[in-house]
């Protein structure tokens, strides 16, 4: 005769210890004992093969492999990747993009650290006492530099390039703000007048009123190296400045470079042409025109590299309306310097995250479907008889 | 033969010291066996993949965390996964050496002979799956609770609940079928 059916719970509280019912529940209690008799434990040999294991090493915990080992089990390697992905994606988002100056923050960020007008008055070999070294900054030209500086004018003759001597090329960036409509258009004359009164000329000016009394002036001027301190003092006195920044750049090693290409592309010319002279050939003369034509091309960069530490760039921008001045103190732009930097960190971690998340989705997608494979694989194993 | 109340559950209480790994190994080494025999139906194969399981478990033992559970819980845990990786080359085994299914079956699936007597109940414990013996071993012979017998298994309680009510009407089945033949 077949035992009624019992249910799931009713085991569970038979193998717990409940007292029987009926002849099926004390069939299954005895089915129940005969598996706990059926096998038994370990044999003799397999003890003593177990106790010869031993104890495993101690580990150090206080050291690296320690930590590395953990306590809380597998998922602790886990865990740990887990935790570290985030730092070391923000770690190579902040390596990757510091280079393109996504972390400096704005124009009053640390190159403004130094004022504008020190590294200009450095960069003409004026009086720079107590400056420090700017991101690329070298020490200042000497007085005969500055003097030769002085001295190029466009137009003039140019240096000869047989010495070489620091040339520093100068850009700077200054923005000042004016209360009004009517004060930026007299500020933005005002200031291409006196780049010209300096020897310079503006390269290029774009003048926008977007709305109201909101408006905005970007010139591009150049002006003579040995007077860019002029110049930004001028501009200082135009409205308020609101930001100012200077960069120097060190053509020396470029010039020089330039330079000793000329000098051998003359030797070469020299002795081509002794050698024409006594034994003339059309090969020999194809020779000296191409070796003509290297030397003037080297000459041209090598001026045109000098020409760019002879006259300094200076991006000025004026503004009225709603960017008016406003009273900076160090206090208030120390905060902006901070808040800048941090607006620069949090810029790269949404980049990192951008570029990180696609990959994290894709990797994500893979485990979940190697864990459903292995899942289906214990099934089918555990299926088997 | 009759065995004593599994000690594991008279002597291997949650620690609250860790315990040292000889210790637990010799507390824990006859229900391994058993397990791993009820599991596998193979008991040279048994006391092969426990003797394993136990490299295994001293090579990891830094990673075991008494707050998580009793050692013998994270043994069991071990083992399973010593005999699944076992289960699988053998199934990669067989396909790659192509042999008759049937004739590698009986070879693998049939008990040591022995002087039990309770040939009945394992030929027809022979019968039932692997999942099926693995839960009658961890909630019947071992005495686990439902919750610690899923922690090993990989299931839910009610998957385990439902898997050992079935494994049960499943053998009884078997054994009334023997009785009716004999």
């Not at chain 1, 865990?79 to 190579?92: E, N």
């Not at chain 2, 009986?106 to 002087?115: N, Q």
């Not at chain 2, 898997?163 to 049960?168: Q, S, V």
Request: hydrophobic share 45%; glycine share 8%.
């Amino acid at each position: 005769m077949r035992s009624p059916e019992l249910t799931p719970e009713r085991v569970a509280e038979l193998l717990a210890g409940a007292t029987p019912n009926d002849a099926a529940e004390l069939d299954l209690l005895a089915l129940a004992g005969r598996l706990r008799t059926l096998e038994p434990g370990a044999p003799d040999g397999l003890r003593t093969r177990v106790a010869a294991l031993g104890e495993p090493p101690a580990i150090d915990r206080r050291g690296p492999a320690g930590w590395l080992a953990g306590r809380r089990g597998r998922r602790s390697g886990r865990r740990a990747a887990f935790l570290a992905a985030p730092a070391l994606a923000a770690g190579l988002a902040i390596v990757l993009l510091a280079p393109s100056g996504i972390l400096d923050g704005s124009d009053s960020g640390p190159r403004a650290k130094q004022p504008a007008a020190e590294l200009a008055a450095r960069a003409s070999g004026g009086d720079g006492a107590g400056a420090t070294a700017g991101l690329e900054a070298a020490p200042a030209p000497s007085a005969a530099d500055a003097a030769a500086v002085d001295q190029a004018v466009p137009g003039g003759a140019l240096p000869p390039a047989t010495e070489p001597g620091r040339a520093q090329e100068l850009i700077a960036r200054t923005t000042v703000g004016v209360p009004t409509l009517e004060d930026l258009s007299s500020a933005t004359a005002r200031a291409m007048r006196q780049v010209r009164d300096l020897g310079g000329f503006t390269v290029r000016s774009d003048y926008s009123v977007p709305s109201g009394e909101e408006g905005r002036s970007e010139l591009v001027v150049k002006v003579p190296t040995g007077r860019v301190d002029q110049a930004l003092a001028g501009f200082s006195e135009l409205g308020t400045v609101l930001s100012q920044e200077a960069r120097l750049r060190d053509l020396t090693a470029r010039i020089t470079r330039r330079a000793g290409v000329a000098t051998r592309l003359r030797g070469e010319l020299r002795a081509l042409r002794a050698r024409a002279a006594s034994t003339p050939s059309p090969e020999l003369d194809a020779q000296i025109a191409a070796v003509e034509r290297r030397l003037a091309r080297a000459l041209r960069a090598e001026r045109a590299l000098i020409a760019r530490t002879e006259l300094a760039t200076v991006h000025l921008t004026i503004t009225s309306g709603a960017e008016a001045p406003e009273t900076d103190n160090q206090f208030a732009a120390a905060l902006r310097r901070g808040w800048d930097r941090l607006s620069g960190v949090l810029a790269a971690l949404l980049a990192a995250a951008v570029l990180l998340v696609p990959i994290g989705l894709l990797l994500a997608a893979v485990g979940a479907g190697w864990r459903s494979w292995r899942r289906r694989e214990r099934s089918l194993v555990m299926g088997r008889s | 033969m009759i065995c004593a109340a599994p000690r594991h559950l008279e002597t291997n209480p949650l620690p609250a010291a860790r315990p040292s790994f000889r210790e637990v190994a010799e507390t824990n080494l006859d229900a391994v066996v058993r397990y791993l025999a009820h599991m596998t139906r193979d008991r040279p194969l048994a006391e092969d993949l426990a003797s394993a399981t136990f490299e295994r478990a001293i090579r990891d033992w830094h990673r075991y965390d008494p707050r998580r559970g009793r050692p013998i819980v994270w043994l069991l845990t071990i083992a399973r996964q010593t005999a699944l990786d076992h289960f699988r080359s053998e199934r990669r085994r067989r396909d790659r050496e192509a042999r008759y299914a049937a004739e590698i079956e009986g070879a693998s699936a049939a008990p040591e002979p022995r002087d039990a007597p309770d040939a009945a109940l394992t030929t027809a414990l022979a019968e039932l799956t692997r999942g099926e013996r693995e839960l009658l071993a961890l909630r019947v012979v071992l005495e686990f609770e439902t919750a610690e017998a899923a922690a090993i298994a990989g299931l839910t309680p009610s998957a385990v609940s439902s898997g050992l009510h079935r494994a049960l009407v499943k053998l009884r089945e078997k054994m009334g079928d023997r009785h009716e033949v004999a």
